[in-house]
């Protein structure tokens, strides 16, 4: 079409669709009968699914161009503005005929511009590409050119029928007209003036996903300057017949229920026969019950929902239209029954659906039920010692600006309230709050929101204060929860010094009962004999994360801390090194959970026959408080899960130092007759895992020599990888399973790694000693806490490249993994343990220097396992004794990422000297010489990928002499060797 643009222009249309009948109206024929507003705006707000783009931009109170609200698309030169404006959902399309009038702007600029055009078609959800005067689709489109030839083109089923010359730019605003019949006579009047006299459209058949639209473009700069004009719209109306007279439940758009809906309770429904509803589908009800009352709301109840989740939408309106607020959408396949409440007795419901996917649609009741049902406003008083509420009576949501509250009131004074949630569901920025007292401003016990389920609760008295207020949309279904009265005692208090005690005796912070005290501070101080030490297990553990239970190793809070917790670890075990250990609880005022229960006894310094330990962590020794074990040691510990899943044992230690003849062994089960898993003696062993659930470790000592002994953590860590683990230990093992001779299909595993004692001059290092996936199961590692890191690289493959062993490291003290399989082929998996690395093993400041001599000696591009640094450039300057030596360079690795990370090697001391060769890729290079006493090597990396680097070997060499040549392939001298002329 750009063969009819002579103008280069801008076009601002002034819209303000105000859509209703006209007074002469239109007449429908008699096959066709209903007639129906098409487009309904004043542009403030902008109509249900109007888009608006490029330029275009709304004057909603007025403007430089008109005191009431338009539309404009463009008021200088190179703009483009276009808006679609969709049939409204109460409408059955196809339109068959339609009536449109119109006020438009054009005018204001420098010599006119292209134009502005007014479409019926099958427009896009975006611009028009540089054509936003000539429209888009296989519709009607009518294009009014303002340049230098100016005129009206139809265009129609993407063809130019004519051309009526005609002038439409001018000062003010000026009135159109276009009207066009079911059987395509097509009429366009500018200011009373007719352009277009029954001209007909030949094939005139609008399509049911055809949507009406304006759009103008200016012109671009040419020999004669800019050309551009201001282009508005204003006061649009359009009206129209449709093809279908549309009875309730039928029709080819199977919107079913009807559009008027006025009865106590109905049906409502979308799809297209028994399969699928159609795409490009705009439907609405208006439930307004004839009987209802204003005490009374409409209850909509899906039984059914199957859609394009936040595509195909079902919406809706607390009223009778959609100006009113809305509160709810349904889409997707959420579980059913599914309900929303209105407030009032009347609900304005609307459909859309897209030109995509679809499938099989919605099916809803709705019913008129009492106010009352769904409303909580006021004060409840319950004074008995226990009982059942819920915020609401009726089935589905409760509804919009409630202002509810509970007051409990107990008859014993001197209990407290324990509250527990059973259903809990509010909307998103909807909360209920619970406060510790008997009004809102006493300290609260939380503010609870969303679908997850508080924890249990108490009080720090006989009163507990309860408020949920809503807002006016997508609310959610309310809670229920129960109560009770319980005494006081149960909660932890001050400072408890407890006896020995030779056999396990319990303490907690709430008994196990509910929720710990808000502002709790406990302590515990155990207290053993001369030679005896505390053993203290803690058993249930659950903490909010700003609560924390603290171990001391002494009598006092300024002893060594043993451990520091909070959130939800495992059970774990601790024992002190002397006759003392201190505990502490610490609580705020905001989150109260589940707390601790724990047990405590005494037992010897040093070990002595056989315990057996069922926790998730725990610590053994041989002996505690410092200096050696005991010669004739015989100890045993047998290590048996807590409750959960199945779990391998974890055996870190942290200090080992055995004597000649001395030994601890590790079984894999509870007894000296299942398999031996190690067999530990010296100095500090690497940690074991023991792939059963169980494990005995002893420890013998002879009577001769003695030292410092052992001590170790033990966990429980799981058999296979299931969601996400968080570690923090010094060093562990990173592996996808443990037990069988293959992983699983369809796992997903996820690790954040995060040791202790790591800062930013350390890095995590994994090392594989097996790895062995289907190409389609990777195992990816990230540089830092998240997937949201730089990817350090996706191992999968039979083998992998590199294969096992290899290593990898992060940049920094995190290192994130993710392992995933498909649901087919599986192999034997992969093994990986993880420690702290200094930074410095990868980095290199300023140069290098190294020394040739007569022996080999070996150098790489960084001193740590696993990959090289992003970013790097660095300096490696080999140095031969004298000038009466050369380098020799052997390669014994090389691996870079190709043509990215470069090695140059420069035949002297500085970079101006002669680059010998620049090497890249994975390919080992030759080796070479210098021909002097210096060869400088210069290793620059990318931002990208890291490999594994390079390493070379160096000689000193004497220096080549011509006559050497002699030795070479067609007597030619070695490439790189310096040769010496005799005078």
């Known amino acids: 079409m750009s063969g009819v643009r002579n103008h280069h222009d801008c076009l601002l249309i002034l819209v303000s669709l105000l859509l209703y009948r006209t007074a002469d109206g239109i007449v429908c024929p008699a096959s066709h009968p209903r007639e129906f507003v098409l487009v309904n705006t004043s542009f403030s707000p902008l ?6 783009y490029g330029s275009t931009r709304v004057y909603a109170a007025g403007g430089p161009l008109s005191a009431t609200p338009y539309l404009q698309f463009t008021d200088g030169p190179r703009m483009t503005g276009n808006v679609r404006l969709p049939v409204p959902p109460t409408v059955p399309t196809p339109v068959a005929s339609f009536t449109a009038t119109f006020e438009a702007y054009v005018f204001g600029g420098y010599g006119g511009a292209d134009g502005f055009g007014f479409f019926f078609s099958d427009l896009p959800s975006s611009s028009y590409a540089g054509d936003e005067e000539l429209g888009s689709g296989a519709g009607l489109r009518l294009s009014f050119l303002t340049g230098t030839s100016p005129s009206l083109q139809i265009i129609y089923n993407q063809q130019l029928l004519q051309v009526f010359p005609h002038t439409f730019r001018g000062p003010g605003w000026a009135n159109y007209t276009v009207d066009i019949t079911t059987n395509g006579i097509l009429n366009v009047q500018h200011n009373g003036a007719s352009v277009v006299t029954n001209y007909l459209i030949v094939g005139w ?42 009875p309730r439940g039928s029709g080819p758009w199977f919107c079913g229920g009807g559009m008027q809906m006025t009865g106590p309770s109905d049906t409502l429904f979308a799809q297209y026969q028994a399969s699928q509803y159609n795409p490009n589908m705009l439907c609405s009800w208006s439930i307004e019950p004839l009987q209802a009352a204003d005490n009374q709301v409409v209850v909509v109840t899906f039984s059914a929902v199957a859609t394009e989740a936040n595509i195909d939408v079902v919406r809706f309106y607390d009223g009778p239209n959609a100006t009113y607020p809305l509160i709810g959408t349904v889409s997707g396949t959420p579980s059913v029954p599914l309900s929303i409440v209105s407030t009032g007795p009347r609900v304005y419901v609307t459909w859309y659906s897209d030109g995509t996917l679809q499938s099989t649609g919605f099916q809803a009741q709705y019913y008129l039920l009492p106010a009352s049902d769904y409303n909580c406003t006021g004060l409840r008083v319950l004074t008995n010692a226990s009982g059942t509420f819920r915020d609401h009576a009726g089935n589905g949501p409760y509804i919009s600006n409630l202002d509810c509250r509970w007051l409990i009131s107990l008859p014993v004074p001197t209990d407290v309230v324990l509250l527990n949630f059973t259903s809990f569901s509010t909307g998103t920025g909807e909360y209920v709050y619970v406060y510790d007292g008997d009004n809102v401003l006493v300290p609260a016990l939380g503010a609870f929101s969303g679908t997850t389920l508080p924890s249990v609760m108490s009080s720090a008295g006989p009163t507990t204060y309860l408020r949920l207020t809503s807002g006016i949309n997508q609310h959610g279904q309310g809670f229920t929860v129960s109560y009770s009265s319980v005494p006081s005692t149960i909660y932890c208090s001050g400072v408890s010094a407890l006896p020995a005690a030779q056999t396990p005796a319990s303490f907690s912070s709430n008994s196990g009962i509910g929720s710990y005290k808000a502002n709790s501070n406990c302590t515990w101080l155990f207290q053993a004999n001369a030679t005896g030490t505390v053993f203290v297990v803690i058993r249930t553990f659950v903490l909010d994360s700003s609560d924390v239970f603290r171990i001391y190793d002494g009598a006092s809070f300024t002893a060594p801390l043993r451990g520091n917790y909070s959130g939800t670890p495992y059970s774990f075990g601790t024992q002190s090194s002397g006759p003392s250990m201190l505990v502490s609880f610490i609580s705020d005022v905001a989150i109260q959970r589940a707390g601790f229960t724990g047990t405590y006894e005494f037992v010897p310094r040093y070990c002595s026959g056989q315990r057996t330990i069922t926790v998730n962590s725990a610590t053994i020794t041989s ?26 044992v974890w055996i870190d230690f942290t200090r080992f130092v055995l004597a000649a003849g001395d030994v601890v062994q590790i079984y894999s089960g509870t007894t000296t007759s299942t398999p031996l898993v190690a067999n530990l003696t010296g100095r500090y062993p690497a940690p074991v895992l023991v792939n059963t659930a169980s494990a005995l470790v002893r420890f013998s000592s002879d009577s001769v020599f003695q030292d410092v002994g052992f001590e170790a953590a033990v966990t429980n860590v799981p058999y296979v990888c299931s969601g996400y683990r968080y570690m923090t230990e010094a060093r562990g093992y990173l592996y996808e399973h443990a037990i069988g001779s293959s992983y699983a299909n369809n796992m997903a595993c996820q690790w954040l790694i995060e040791p202790s004692g790591g800062n930013a001059s350390t890095v995590v290092l994994l090392r594989f000693t097996k790895f062995l996936t289907e190409s389609a199961d990777p195992l990816q590692v990230y540089d830092g806490n998240s997937t949201k890191s730089t990817l350090l690289r996706r191992i999968a493959g039979n083998p992998p490249t590199p294969a096992a062993p290899f290593a990898i490291h992060s940049n920094g003290p995190s290192l994130y993994a993710t392992f995933t399989s498909d649901g087919s082929i599986v192999y034997t998996g992969f093994m990986a343990s993880w420690e702290l690395y200094p930074l410095s093993a990868y980095t290199c400041n300023g140069m290098r220097v190294a020394q040739a001599g007569d022996n080999a000696t070996i150098m790489a591009d960084h001193d740590g396992p696993g990959q090289y640094l992003q970013g790097l450039d660095c300096l490696y300057l080999i140095q031969a004794p004298s000038d009466s030596k050369v380098v020799e360079l052997s390669f014994t690795r090389f691996y870079t990422e190709a043509a990215v990370d470069t090695l140059m090697i420069y035949d002297g001391n500085t970079t101006t000297a002669l680059v010998i060769n620049t090497f890249s890729g994975t390919s080992l290079p030759a080796t070479l010489r210098s021909s002097g006493a210096n060869l400088l090597l210069r290793f620059r990396t990318s931002a990208t990928n890291e490999y594994d680097g390079w390493a070379v070997s160096f000689i000193a060499g004497p220096v080549v002499r011509l006559d050497d040549a002699s030795d070479q392939p067609g007597g030619r001298h070695p490439a790189g060797r310096r040769c010496h002329h005799p005078p």
Request: glycine share 14%; charged share 10%.
């Open 47 to 52: 109509p249900f699914l109007t888009q608006k």
């Open 205 to 246: 058949n609008p399509l049911y996903t055809w949507v009406f639209g304006f759009g103008a473009r200016c012109g671009v700069i040419n020999d004669a300057g800019y050309y551009w004009d201001n282009h508005a719209i204003r006061n649009v109306n359009i009206v129209g017949c449709t093809n279908y007279t549309v």
């Open 623 to 648: 002996n505690s408080g410092g200096g050696e074990y005991l010669p004739d040691s015989l100890c045993g510990w047998v290590l048996q899960q807590a409750a959960g899943p199945s779990t391998n």
